[in-house]
């Protein structure tokens, strides 16, 4: 790692996505010494994972500061605010890791110079371990800082590096966003087993532990998805008659290309 207590590693903005990290970061032995969290109001449940491992808060960029790496997870349009507060603490060799939906390399080379800037979009189970993260680096971004960047995100999940800067954008709508998605189909397979019949208690359950489930297989299996599902759906069986409402012409597959388009349309108008 390129950061350690006299060079830390900034992250600004501990909400949900910093602070999933973080306590992912925690959860696999990164040294807390080396970390300084800046945010004027942190979530309770991040709060105690800072305090718990005596990680330095502030509310502000504390000046003086010589951050080998600062990452930026605010919300985008937070940009024009925090920016012009980090400015003193960048140092022409500051690495920076924006983990922000839309905002573009170039806003970042405005605010502080030609530094190395790195645009990851990670996702919330980065908190549990099993994260993926896209990541495109600009041209000033060293092999050291690559590997740090790449060791960070691999300690919470997967990594793509990403040869273009629009792809971000793409990663954004399908894992960015993605496991609201999933969060929804439980919800909604939850309230399909309730208008069955089931008690609510039960319907979470089973929906719960279905998704849960269905994620681990795929997670350990050598199959591809369509091997596993094909492995559930009995010829003229039960899976076959829910299948054919799902995979209709007017089916999931649309319904989530059309998801995941407005996702990446977002995206896109959040570069302001
Ligand atoms: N939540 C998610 O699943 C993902 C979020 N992102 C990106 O992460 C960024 C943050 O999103 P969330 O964590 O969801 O938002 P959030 O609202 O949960 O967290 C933002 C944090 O920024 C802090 N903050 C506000 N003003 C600040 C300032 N002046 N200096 C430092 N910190 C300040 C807030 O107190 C809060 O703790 C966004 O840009 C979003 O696009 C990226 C991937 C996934
Ligand atoms: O909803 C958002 O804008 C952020 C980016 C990806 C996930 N959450």
């Known amino acids: 790692m390129i950061f350690s207590k006299e060079r830390p590693f900034l992250?600004?903005?501990?909400?949900?996505?910093?602070?999933?990290?973080?306590?992912?970061?925690?959860?696999?032995?990164?040294d807390p010494s080396?970390?300084?969290?800046?945010?004027?109001?942190?979530?309770?449940?991040?709060?105690?994972?800072?305090?718990g491992h005596g990680i330095r808060l502030a509310p502000e960029p504390p000046a003086g500061l010589e951050?080998?790496?600062?990452?930026?997870?605010?919300?985008?349009?937070?940009?024009?605010?925090?920016?012009?507060?980090?400015?003193?603490?960048?140092?022409?060799?500051?690495?920076?890791?924006?983990?922000?939906?839309?905002?573009?390399?170039?806003t970042f080379e405005a605010a502080?110079?030609?530094?190395?800037?790195?645009?990851?979009?990670?996702?919330?189970?980065?908190?549990?371990?099993?994260?993926?993260?896209g990541v495109y680096p600009n041209a000033a971004v060293t092999a050291?800082?690559?590997?740090?960047?790449?060791?960070?995100?691999?300690?919470?999940?997967?990594?793509?590096?990403?040869?273009?800067?629009d792809e971000i954008d793409l990663v954004t709508g399908v894992?960015?966003?993605?496991p609201a998605y999933v969060f929804w189909m439980a919800e909604c397979l939850a309230a399909a087993g309730e208008t069955a019949g089931l008690s609510p208690e039960t319907a979470k359950r089973l929906a719960i532990a279905t998704v849960c489930g269905a994620g681990e297989l795929?997670?350990?299996?050598?199959?591809?998805?369509?091997?596993?599902?094909?492995?559930?759906?009995?010829?003229?069986?039960?899976?076959a008659?829910?299948?054919?409402?799902?995979m209709a012409e007017d089916g999931l597959k649309p319904l989530l290309e059309t998801a995941v388009a407005a996702a990446v349309r977002r995206a896109k108008e959040l570069r302001g």
């Open 11 to 30: 992250l600004v903005g501990a909400g949900r996505m910093g602070g999933a990290m973080l306590s992912g970061w925690m959860a696999e032995g990164v």
């Open 34 to 51: 080396a970390i300084v969290v800046s945010d004027p109001s942190p979530p309770e449940e991040v709060r105690a994972v800072i305090t």
């Open 67 to 106: 951050p080998a790496v600062v990452m930026v997870a605010v919300k985008p349009q937070l940009m024009n605010k925090v920016l012009p507060m980090l400015a003193p603490v960048v140092k022409p060799d500051t690495l920076v890791v924006s983990v922000a939906a839309g905002t573009p390399v170039t």
């Open 112 to 133: 502080f110079g030609p530094v190395p800037v790195a645009r990851a979009m990670p996702n919330t189970p980065s908190m549990v371990g099993r994260g993926i993260t």
């Open 144 to 165: 050291d800082q690559k590997d740090t960047v790449g060791s960070l995100l691999s300690a919470v999940g997967e990594v793509v590096w990403l040869e273009t800067e």
């Open 175 to 178: 894992s960015g966003s993605g």
């Open 218 to 239: 795929m997670h350990r299996s050598k199959e591809d998805p369509s091997v596993l599902r094909q492995n559930v759906t009995s010829p003229n069986g039960t899976t």
């Open 241 to 246: 008659a829910a299948l054919e409402v799902l």
